[in-house]
């Protein structure tokens, strides 16, 4: 992110200056000292009550912390409070707390609670406070309840409270059973399946081709559709960049080096003949030599494979090596091509394997490979020399040197771009994410700053202007809008001939009549089509045996017509698997629907109140 002059180390500054930051500093430490920022201990001691129970701030903190810490691993960045404000965490967790202390003031209330030896057996349970012999150890529980700043009270206070909350949880939420009615009806719902076929259009269904239009219709489509023809507001950024693959190549390479890369890495470069192969896994013997009998008498293997009511992705094996498959392995690299092995052993049960492809072995000599090992090592050369030269980058622009003078005295490459945050363009510096997030942020008055790219580079950046939205002009845009009008006239001559096709249809005419058709024999709600919209099996599920639909998409015009509805299988083990599993989910939601109404009522009845000043306090102070 771009610095601004007032950030220490980038701009000299006078005695008075430094005088007058120290007092404003000083001022702003009183000024937030009743709010107690550093470990909330000053005059706010509370962010509400439910009941008898307070919200401290101390708690609301550490709650808040840790949703942030947990939001910003599950996305793969770590966001600073002010953007998980503007997600909403905050309320989130002012919620959750208010939950607990709705059930901490419950259970107080009725007099619930553990004793001292079920807290104690609980702490030394736990791994954070076990020493190295794998035992519960004082010093380590000490120091683990001092660094997250908790007394031994304090923390022991809460797992009692957790434990009772636990404890009123379960009372409340356990011993519900699911209707049977209503898993049935989930299962025949989740378990039915749809045969279907489906005719996709393009421009040779058509009786002729779309014809060229003329200038005048070019001319028309632009001005209706300005708006695909404008060019978005944009930051005019000038950037002064050096990327390890500019200087790579002036790297040296060491014989030696690339040598013993290639023998430490010689399982990369000589592969043995490898097969792709899909495995369907049966419970017992006779229902795999079963199986390879039907497959004998003419069944296709997919239709196995949808007998037992799984996917083709979910038995795909993938790229697998003859050791890779155990005691299957001898059979199935004995089979050819397009074949099925098996019944043979297999680590799951007697399975079928299906031969997809045979992939020969791969000797990839030293000779050949120096090439590849030679750019990774003067890459990573690179990457270091630019490592090694951030800090004097960083020094020629905090000391006031321009990007321009970065390009005539430290060699990095200048240029300008008109960018759109939001969106990245084709200029390669825009790949860079590290170039993104501070191009999005830059403001005019900010100073550049040496920022590390992902891949070992180094980028400045300064925001020259910023350049309004505008159309393009016609000529300019002339070839975009033959092409954006090509696609309207052709997906609305394309919907016609669907539904003349439809229309067909309805009558009583078949499908095969009017193209080649993708036929699926059987498919799940859960299913998918390659080049098809999401929306296809949806669609699909909702027609009537025999019915035709129209199914439309950005670049996709396709009738679908529904062949067959086969109801769920009613007895087997997978059946009776996924009864439990759906019996298992409705038991679970209608445990926490019932949890949560308990709670709304407690929080009501208990009666709520809110200190927002000492909330936003909270929210400002974190990092």
Not at 156 to 182: C, H, W, Y
Not at 573 to 597: P, R
Request: aromatic share 6%.
């Amino acid at each position: 992110m771009a610095k601004t002059p007032t950030e220490e180390g980038k701009r000299p500054r006078g005695k008075a200056q430094e005088a007058a930051v120290w007092v404003l500093m000083a001022m702003l430490i009183l000024g937030l000292g009743g709010f107690g920022v550093t470990s909330f201990s000053g005059g706010v001691q509370k962010v509400g009550t439910v009941g008898d129970i307070e919200i401290s701030t101390n708690d609301y903190a550490r709650a808040l912390r840790n949703q942030v810490n947990a939001f910003s691993q599950q996305i793969g960045q770590q966001l600073s409070m002010q953007q998980a404000l503007t997600f909403g965490i905050d309320k989130q967790v002012i919620q959750s707390v208010i939950t607990r202390a709705a059930l901490d003031n419950e259970a107080g209330r009725v007099g619930l609670s553990v004793g001292d030896d079920i807290v104690a057996a609980e702490i030394m349970k736990m791994d954070s406070f076990k020493g190295v012999s794998g035992t519960f150890d004082r010093e380590a529980y000490r120091f683990a309840l001092d660094r997250n700043g908790m007394s031994e009270a304090e923390f022991e206070t809460n797992l009692r409270r957790d434990i009772s909350r636990e404890l009123l949880q379960g009372a409340v939420g356990g011993g519900f059973a699911a209707p049977k009615p209503m898993t049935d009806m989930l299962y025949a719902w989740v378990a039915e399946r749809r045969g279907f076929s489906l005719l996709r259009l393009g421009e040779a269904d058509l009786a002729s081709p779309v014809a060229e239009p003329t200038d005048a219709e070019l001319k028309a489509h632009y001005d209706a559709h300005i708006d695909r023809f404008t060019k978005a507001e944009a930051k005019r950024i000038t950037y002064a960049a050096l990327l390890p693959e500019a200087i790579a190549k002036d790297q040296p390479v060491d014989e030696a080096t690339l040598k013993k890369m290639y023998d430490d890495r010689k399982s990369e470069f000589v592969l043995p003949e490898r097969r792709l192969v899909e495995r369907l896994v049966f419970p017992d013997e006779a229902s795999a030599e079963a199986a390879k009998a039907q497959l004998d008498a003419g069944t296709t293997f997919e239709a196995l494979v949808a007998g037992r009511g799984l996917t083709l992705d979910a038995i795909d094996l993938g790229d697998v090596s003859k050791e890779d498959l155990g005691a299957a392995g001898e059979a199935v690299f004995a089979a050819a091509e397009g074949t099925v092995a098996g019944p043979v052993a297999s680590d799951l049960g007697p399975a079928l394997y299906r031969v997809n492809s045979v992939l020969a072995a791969e000797n990839t000599s030293f000779e050949d490979a120096r090439e590849t090992l030679s750019a990774e090592v003067q890459m990573d050369a690179a990457r270091k020399a630019i490592g090694d030269r951030v800090e004097e980058i960083d020094d020629l622009l905090a000391g006031g040197a321009t990007l321009e003078d970065l390009s005539k005295e430290a060699g990095l490459s200048l240029a300008t771009l008109d960018y759109v945050p939001g969106a990245q363009g084709d200029d390669t510096i825009e790949g860079y994410q590290a170039f993104r997030t501070a191009a999005d942020a830059v403001k005019s008055e900010d100073f550049p700053e040496a920022i590390v790219l992902d891949d070992g580079g180094v980028v400045a950046l300064r925001l020259d202007e910023i350049v309004p939205a505008a159309p393009i002009p016609f000529d300019e845009a002339k070839e975009k809008v033959a092409e954006d009008w090509h696609k309207d006239t052709l997906a609305a001559a394309l919907k016609a001939r669907a539904d003349e096709i439809k229309t067909a249809l309805d009558g009583g005419a078949k499908i095969g009549s009017f193209g080649i058709v993708d036929v699926t024999p059987e498919t799940a709600r859960s299913g998918s089509i390659a080049d098809a919209p999401a929306t296809l099996i949806g669609d699909v599920f909702k027609l009537a045996e025999g019915a035709a639909q129209v199914v439309e998409a950005d670049g996709f015009v396709a009738v679908v017509q529904l062949d067959k509805i086969m109801p769920g299988a009613t007895t087997g083990s997978d059946a009776e698997a996924l009864k439990a599993s759906l019996e298992a989910q409705a038991q679970q939601a209608i445990s926490q629907d019932a949890f949560a109404a308990f709670t709304a009522a407690l929080t009501a009845q208990a009666g709520i109140t809110l200190d927002q000043a000492a909330i936003e306090a909270v929210n400002a102070s974190l990092p």
